[in-house]
């Protein structure tokens, strides 16, 4: 690591000489390979993106001119580069740094990204602020194949390509890979483009036959040459100059690629090929395997993980498929989510009914809301993170003409070390407030799947919401069989305080229950809440409490509380939930601790606001409000 020690900032490696920078990309790429064995990350992305890294800080003077990386997944080398080497073993942990750019961690981090496809409308509107304060500075966005399946990369496209004295660089890395293999007409399209070396020799014949003074008629003439192969390229139709396909690993083309773009005015368009899992042939031979792993051995690979415990994804995809066997109107439909959200085996089993749209949650949302109307049941498998980009979608398309629509939200509540880009802890909120919809969350693994049959068989939409991970080893009933819609159940009972537990937080809740010798409910449904129950518990215990790992703000207790002020009770009430603050990366259960949901956190915080008159045991005597 000599060369990569030396790089302190992106200023240290434009003073390198070009013949050491591909042994500086051959350190690089060890450098994150045995950085991400050692905490988990992103690698695959990472491994293919080291080249383009390098050649982007050499020619560009970052961070003077904007790179922004699409979804940023791929950014580990950018981060080494610009400062942060030293905080990599650190990465996606507890006060460690991202796993994706950040503005508050570094200048260099031009713009937050994390979900995809957003990098060409933020480039765009730093260029055009450049071009507004009369900066001459350059705005480089880096956006993958599979991210431009998604709407608003052309939207933004569409938009940048009136501008032609702007200084605006997109660069499409194209790895034909995003997180599932890519899908639809533009990825056979750019396949189409890069298919052959007759193209790209057939761009460059007039520069290489004609002399400098017929400039235009070789410009004629190259544009000749790229309409006998395509008809037309489509991103100079949206008014970008487009160059490529060029190899993405090959420095000696990159950098003078860069340099002549640099100097060029108005939107241009580069395609550069990349490989996912470069230079590591685990990661080469299987990019999806390899490209969010834990901590694993470099030299033996991932080895299968050992767990009796089933995760709540498998518990769907198991779901999945026998539904989709006792019900030929079932469709599965993801945006390009196959392998996170557990639909591999139905797309091997059912192949005629799966339908992965790309990266396009609206579309995907929409497209459901058209097939149902056609008397298919679709099944939209999303993470919760990423159902809000189709929330107008799921309210416009969805839940106004109350189709029959089931969301299964994975990745729920709070994510770890993916930080809280990704965290699902807005559902709750945003999904009970729509009419038509039924909103559940599951406790355990058995209770997720009776969940997703009662919304399947639900005439109306309906969401089930889940964690990440595996569940606490709760025996998985294999029949499909719903639960009483809208009714939750008692599963302690105490004196003094009731506990309302939502989805995840039954077994801490039960936990800090045995302490208190409180009630507790399982409340399983958000929408239609159980206010039977609710006023039930409300009449004969002294304080309720309600639990969600959800945000406070509109979620599960909001609901509660609307229950009883409808029905005239007044009743002394604690809500526990996530804090109104974005909350970052860390192990899931560290940060729920953090945040008061675990066993202890919930008992202190009900000890906090219901004190017992100085005496002490189980037998909780009357409580006295504390209103503090």
């Known amino acids: 690591m000599d060369l990569l020690k030396k790089i302190n900032s992106p200023a240290d490696l434009r003073e390198m000489p070009r013949a050491e920078l591909k042994p500086l990309a051959d350190e690089l790429r060890a450098f994150v390979l045995d ?40 950014t580990y080398p950018h981060k080494i580069l610009t400062g942060r080497r030293d905080r990599m073993s650190g990465l996606r942990q507890l006060n460690g740094i991202s796993g994706f750019p950040k503005r508050d961690e570094s200048e260099y981090d031009t713009f937050g990204t994390a979900h995809s496809s ?3 409308s933020a480039a765009l509107g730093m260029a055009l602020a450049a071009k507004t304060k009369g900066e001459n500075r350059h705005a480089i966005a880096v956006i993958g194949d599979g991210a431009m399946t998604a709407g608003m990369a052309f939207e933004a496209l569409n938009n940048g390509g009136v501008y032609d004295d702007i200084n605006l660089l997109v660069i499409l890395n194209d790895n034909d890979m995003s997180i599932s293999p890519p899908v639809g007409a533009l990825n056979r399209y750019l396949a189409r483009l890069m298919s052959g070396k007759f193209y790209a020799a057939a761009k460059n014949v007039g520069k290489n036959m004609l002399p400098p003074p017929m400039r235009e008629l070789a410009k004629r003439l190259e544009e000749h040459a790229k309409g006998m192969i395509m008809p037309a390229t489509m991103f100079e139709e949206f008014g970008f100059n487009y160059i490529g396909p060029i190899d993405g690993h090959d420095l000696e083309a990159l950098i003078p690629t860069l340099q002549n773009l640099k100097n060029l005015k108005g939107p241009q368009f580069l395609h550069v090929v990349t490989r996912k899992g470069q230079g590591y042939k685990l990661a080469e031979a299987d990019p999806v395997l390899y490209h969010g792993p834990g901590k694993f051995n470099p030299a033996e690979g991932i080895k299968p993980a050992a767990s009796s415990k089933l995760t709540y994804t498998q518990v769907f995809g198991d779901w999945l498929c026998d539904q989709a066997e006792a019900d030929k109107r079932l469709v599965g439909i993801t945006p390009a989510m196959r392998e996170g959200s557990g639909m591999v085996e139905f797309e091997r089993r059912f192949p005629d009914r799966y339908y992965d749209v790309g990266i396009a949650e609206q579309h995907a949302v929409t497209f459901a809301a058209g097939m149902a109307c056609e008397g298919l049941k679709p099944v939209v498998a999303i993470y919760s993170t990423f159902l809000q980009r189709a929330y107008d979608q799921l309210i416009h398309d969805v839940a106004l003409q109350n189709l029959d629509v089931t969301f299964a939200l994975d990745r729920a509540g709070l994510v770890g070390a993916d930080g809280a880009t990704h965290a699902g802890n807005y559902d709750l909120a945003y999904l009970r407030c729509i009419p038509n919809m039924v909103v559940m969350a599951a406790s355990d693994e058995n209770e997720c799947r009776q969940m997703l049959s009662t919304a399947f068989q639900y005439n ?37 305080i009731a506990i309302l537990a939502f989805g995840t937080m039954l077994a801490p809740s039960l936990a800090a229950a045995e302490e ?12 239609p809440l159980d206010v039977e129950l609710v006023k039930q518990l409300a ?4 304080a309720l409490v309600t639990v969600e790992e959800g945000a406070l703000m509109g979620g599960a207790g909001s609901a509660v509380a609307e229950a009883l002020a409808q029905a005239g009770i007044v009743k002394p009430i604690l809500h526990l939930g996530l804090p109104d603050k974005f909350i970052d990366q860390g192990d899931a259960a560290q940060l729920l601790a953090m ?33 503090n």
């Open 35 to 74: 950085s991400v064995s050692k905490t988990g990350g992103h690698l695959s992305s990472n491994l293919g993106t080291v080249e383009l890294t390098i050649a982007l800080h050499y020619v560009f003077n970052t961070p003077e001119d904007r790179i922004v990386w699409d979804v940023g997944h791929q």
């Open 118 to 120: 957003t990098s060409i």
């Open 460 to 496: 109306g939409p309906a969401a089930v919401r889940y964690p990440r991970g595996a569940g606490i080893g709760a025996k998985v009933e294999k029949d499909l069989q719903p639960l009483p819609l809208g009714k939750g159940e008692i599963r302690r009972n105490g004196k003094g």
């Open 516 to 527: 208190l010798n409180a009630t507790v409910a399982n409340m399983r449904f958000v929408k």
């Open 539 to 542: 009449e004969s215990h002294d």
């Open 595 to 627: 945040c008061g949901l675990d066993a202890a956190g919930i008992a202190t915080s009900i000890r906090a606001r219901f004190h017992a008159d100085g005496r002490e045991g189980k037998d909780e005597p009357r409580l006295v409000v504390n209103n």
